[in-house]
DNA sequence: AGCTTTCGCTACGACTCGTAGCGTAATGCC
DNA sequence: GGCATTACGCTACGAGTCGTAGCGAAAGCT
């Protein structure tokens, strides 16, 4: 949300109701309409709340976009496959079913779009999207160890946690938005091959 | 463009030059403006024609930009370094630099956005972006394969060549745009080794 | 020449923008 | 309970953009 509530401040809370009902709202009219569409008239309209509610607490489009659409990342789990190579096929194959919901995709590439003109809002899809996510690489990496799949660390793991965080979501993202085609499960195999098998041979 | 010259068609031809100057004062105005901010009369102005000329051969914003983003993207060629792996690393740094420029991921991006939910601009965007970058991989691989470095074709190579694309093209996109990591030769070289290691192993 | 199409210009109604002002509702503090 | 404080819904506003229509003039094909 564009503000907490202060802790200790007089006068009469904003309604967390409000919140709730204006970010689901903006969900709604981005698979409806779109980005450019969408205006933050009709999101009030939708969430039945005035439209000076919405400015009071956010100040754009972007910046309620972006909260819209970290709600519907953090659906993404890692569920334990017993494998590294079950892990991963199952967060690709799990990251595509989130781009398929009409409202993440319009929404995910409209906000980065903004977002390559607007520190702010480069800042606050860093915050709020990708270290989030970039969670799932750290996970699945210390559960493979834990399986002694791949080895402990011995050097700093942070850039090839990058590496790996860029490549997954990247040609999920690419494959699914740009060359228009499906992420099945035989793509899915075919990419976590490629890639385990390439990092095991590159040695990170 | 929106519209050829119809063949043996009577009357005053389109102006090619107003075409130059259009596409030219978008990409001038994607840099300065973003997307969510140029307005099609502003691109007008700055292209020294009308408003109406402008909506004469193009439908709308994201058509226009589309055209304007191909021309960036045909910038792009394959140079021969001599092996594989080069090649490689020198398509991934000059796909990076042609997303360093504001026009170019301003652009790319929001035009995904808008084909989420508009078929006509998915058609276009395959046509003028995908396909014609698409030739980089299929030249890599011949070059390797003439070379010796990779076995001839047994099967269809479509779908590799596709699994290529979208691995190399959704990393170096992620990382610039998302992630808002820079793409030096570190990261290129630490990244082509993974892919190609991958594919040999994995066989394709 | 004569015909056809494009060009620049102006104007138009419709829409969205973000803000301001009002009276009312809901809460914390005393 | 009463009061100060803040959020809320509503209405209205000027500014800006949208995409289109109509006009006379310019430019090129046959």
Redo the contacts with the bound molecule.
């Keep these: 949300m564009q503000s907490h509530t202060p802790a ?8 967390a109701a ?1 919140d709730a009902a204006i970010l689901a709202a903006t969900r709604e009219a981005l698979v409806e309409l779109g980005w450019s569409k969408l ?4 999101v009030a309209t939708r969430a ?6 919405v ?3 956010w100040t ?2 972007s910046e309620l976009v972006t909260d819209a659409l970290a709600t519907l990342f953090d659906q993404l789990v890692l569920p334990d496959r017993g494998s590294l190579r079950a892990d991963v096929e199952g967060v690709v194959l799990q990251f595509a079913d989130l781009l398929e919901q009409p409202a993440t995709k319009t929404a995910l590439m409209a906000v980065v779009a903004e977002a390559t003109h607007d520190e702010a809002l480069r800042q606050r899809l860093r915050e709020k999207i990708v270290a989030r996510q970039k969670r799932l690489v750290v996970e699945g990496r210390r559960r493979a160890q834990s399986r002694g799949e791949i080895p402990a660390d011995v050097t700093d793991p942070g850039p090839q946690i990058d590496l790996i965080f860029d490549v997954i979501a990247g040609a999920v993202v690419h494959r699914t938005l740009v060359s228009c085609e499906p992420v099945d499960a035989d793509w899915a195999s075919r990419f976590t091959a490629v890639l385990l098998d390439g990092l095991a041979a590159a040695g990170g």
């Excluded at 200790?8 to 309604?15: F, K, N, Y």
């Excluded at 205006?39 to 009709?42: S, Y």
């Excluded at 039945?48 to 509610?53: E, L």
């Design positions: 200790g401040r007089a006068g009469r809370p904003r309604s409000a205006t933050l008239g009709d039945g709340v005035a439209k000076t509610t400015y009071r607490r754009g489009k």
